[in-house]
């Protein structure tokens, strides 16, 4: 069994705020004020992955301070770029930015990236970005949001332009949380390729999925013929691997898992997991497992952040509470509407959102 890992009481801090004009919590301009700057007034997630020495964060649902455009559609999905690669100190940003100096939404021909439908991670290949995203959800009676499908882009010029290269899956790798390994070091991935792809996945229904597990070579990115999915374990203890995404395994049973991000932590030695878990489905809050392989056994959760318990409601997250002064913390309009924690990504960061 994976060795026990335990939160450290008092531990959680909060780091800095990416996006925004101010932080109102320390009442001050925020670093990047990406409003004055580049007409973004808020956004969501923020997948990140390395490209040509810099970091690149994959924002999802974008809102501007201005007017929406052909630029900058509705919920549409911004990108931004940092040469703070250690994740300590100042994280300034450099938004890709459209003809008119202002953020630059993701836009590919044949995909549509309205609300829920976005970026959920991203690689760096033979010199060109790669990105999965999530695309055409629809609302279906007694499931809420449902994913139509997954879809993988590429960019040449480092996220001005797009191209959509194939459909990925239209069932169970949907919210893909893509890690570039190294083959030799990992025994159990099939074939004998120098690097490749494992694909973390949440399926359609949002938020009420399992994990699974996919395996691409990185020089055949381009190939969906050449993902193998993982189907569960041998009577010896080997991980197995199928051609057809119907034989996929889930990596435990959860039925909970929407948002996630997998990263091998060196530290640890061990492959770290965290999702969000919403409060109908499990104690609330931002969840991590750990195991020794990508394929398991995975631990039983621990509680990453609560924003109760980690003192962030009436800090940086917003407690409408009616008996308790206002914090002055949500937007005008929003005093009512509860600050909650939202899509737990890689590098160490935790994101929380509010409503409006």
Known sequence: MPQKVIWVPGSTQKVCQLTGETDRQRKQPTLNRTETNYGLRGTDLGASFEHLGRVCFLFGDTHPSGPNNEWRPFDGDSIAWSRNT??????????????????????????????????????????????????????????????????????????????????????????????????????????????????????????????????????????????????????????????????????????????????????????LLLYNCEASRGQRGVHFRTAPFPWGPWSDFGLLFQPDRDNAYGQFMHRADPSKPDDKLSDPGQEKTWGGEYAPLHRGTVHTWQTG
């Open 86 to 271: 250690s994740g300590e100190g100042p994280v300034r940003l450099e938004l890709v930015t459209a003809p008119d100096g202002k953020y630059r939404a993701i836009s590919a021909s044949g995909v549509s990236l309205k609300g829920f439908e976005v970026p959920t991670g991203g690689v760096s290949a033979q010199g060109q970005m790669y990105v999965f995203c999530t695309t055409d959800s629809r609302i279906a009676p007694g499931k809420g949001v449902v994913m139509g499908r997954s879809v993988l882009l590429s960019s040449r010029d480092e996220g001005r332009t797009w191209k959509q290269l194939h459909t990925v899956s239209r069932d169970k790798f949907i919210y893909i949380a893509p890690v570039v390994i190294t083959n030799r070091v990992l025994k159990g991935i099939p074939g004998d390729d120098e690097k490749g792809l494992l694909l973390f996945a949440a399926s359609t229904e949002y938020r009420r999925s399992n994990l699974y597990l996919a395996y691409l070579p990185l020089s055949q990115i381009e190939n969906p013929a050449a993902l193998r999915y993982f189907a569960g374990m041998d009577n010896k203890g080997n991980p197995q691997w199928s051609e057809r995404e119907t034989d996929s395994k889930e990596l435990f049973s959860l039925l909970a898992i929407g948002e996630n991000c997998v990263v091998y932590d060196r530290f640890l030695r061990l492959w």
